[in-house]
């Protein structure tokens, strides 16, 4: 008899908790019937990146010294540097550079200890390929510069959430003037240096 009644008790249980949690899925489901959406049309639409987005590595041949601080300073020592010592210069002469995106990890120190600035990080991130060895960019490759999202006459930019004006959350249909809610970081940076007291000339002698 108590056996029966606590299956009829754990049977009620389970069900009270299905019920629940079917009611909190529905209860998201039609929240969102009630927003707009936010859908992007991919390809003829695309987000614009943020200012500090990670994308393809951009490589300068000619400024590039061979000195190998990309490799030493990547956490994969990703970067190959092919080069030869010139004898007559006394100096490295680059043969070859190459970076293998279907590894690389995006994490942009490459960029950061490069002593002449010959690499730096874009804004493309569409690396999709059919084969694996073709991630694999020499340095032709990687001195090609990519089409800016907000340049490409066949796409339609759009701004990501974190860069719509205040109270807005549809990309679409807005004046390309609009600002954005927060501050762009050279407008933060230029206040910081308005802000600071100028240093009292010194009196010589």
């Known amino acids: 008899m108590f056996k029966v009644l606590k299956q009829v008790q754990d049977y009620a249980k389970e069900s009270w908790q299905a019920a629940k949690y079917i009611g909190q899925g529905l209860s998201v489901t039609f929240d969102h019937m009630s927003r707009r959406p936010v859908t992007v049309q991919y390809p003829y639409e695309k987000l614009v990146p943020s200012e500090r987005y990670r994308g393809r590595i951009h490589y300068e041949f000619d400024k590039c010294i061979a000195c190998e601080v990309c490799v030493r300073v990547c956490p994969i020592n990703l970067p190959v540097v092919d080069w030869e010592f010139d004898k007559k210069a006394k100096k490295k002469k680059l043969n070859h550079y190459s970076i293998d995106f279907g590894v690389c990890i995006f ?4 960029v950061e200890y490069c002593p002449t600035n010959c690499l730096s990080m874009t804004e493309e991130y569409e690396l999709a390929s059919y084969e694996r060895h ?7 490759a990687l001195g090609r510069l990519p089409y800016k999202v907000t340049q490409d006459p066949m796409v339609t930019p759009l701004k990501e959430f974190a860069y719509l004006p205040k109270g807005e959350v549809e990309p679409h249909g807005l004046a390309k003037g609009a600002q954005r809610a927060g501050k762009r970081p ?9 802000a600071k007291p100028k240093e009292e000339a010194k009196p010589e002698g």
Request: net charge negative; hydrophobic share 30%.
């Open 186 to 194: 050279e407008e933060i940076l230029e206040e910081i240096e308005a």
């Open 107 to 110: 994490c942009g120190n490459c």
């Open 134 to 140: 073709e991630l694999n960019y020499d340095n032709v």
